[in-house]
């Protein structure tokens, strides 16, 4: 396993998309951040924000760098037919599904570590210069704050588990068009769907079965009562997701030839 975690990283630290890729997940997470927080005031939203979700906007589209990264993880080895040479260094398909999984994730926790600091910092500085403050009833976003704390740690692992959600799915399909399309559209369809949906109760549990959705609902800090689904199990959500996306690509991964 260490040879085939080894290549994987070789492979990753060599090649420039993968950099360019987590650096752009990073930046786009940021800048949406800081552009919502800059676009909301207390005069005038009044009271009842949740600032740290707020501040964390940005993990709406920085979670779609980081499937096109984990997509193009598995995908580009066999549009360059790179993927004989690899398969021929590790005949062992599933190590070698398991060390890009290994890899990738890593890559992703990190850079989603430095997006989601760099949100919640721009976020107490943006948000109290525009009015939420302790006179208005607001604390300042740190994440001594126990629920900021969950919801930025939250944060980070969603976009692993999206990143091994999307590695499964290319595994699964081979292609890149296909794979960006079928994660883009598990991530976003979801919510549209349910936002069209006139039935509460159908509502609530596309809500809850949707891995964005799902997944999110770690960023809430208040008003935890209201919410389709509570905070860790909807992060548990986005873990079945993933589990059964790599079971699945690593399955078909072994039954078919390269």
Known sequence: MSRALHAEWTKQRTIAGPGWLLLGAITLTVALSATVATAVSYASTGSGQDLTKLSLTGIYIGQAIVAILAVQTMTGEYSTGMIHVTLTAMPRRHTMLAAKAAVLSALVLVAGTVAVLLSIL??????????????????????????????????????????????????????????????????????????????????????????????????????LHHLPIAPWAGLGVVAGWAAASLIAGGLLLRLRDA
Not at 139 to 157: C, E, K, M, N, Y
């Open 122 to 223: 721009l976020g107490r500085l943006i948000l109290s210069g525009n009015g939420f403050t302790a006179a208005h009833g607001y604390q300042l976003l740190s994440l001594g704050h126990g629920p900021t704390l969950r919801a930025a740690v939250g944060s980070v692992l969603y976009l692993g588990l999206i990143a091994l959600l999307s590695l499964g799915i290319a595994a699964a399909v081979r292609d890149s068009a296909i794979a960006i399309g079928i994660v883009l559209g598990l991530l976003y369809l979801f919510p549209i769907f349910a936002a069209l949906a006139t039935d509460p109760a159908l509502r609530r549990h596309l809500q809850q079965i949707g891995p964005m959705t799902a997944g999110l609902a770690i960023q809430d800090t208040t008003n």
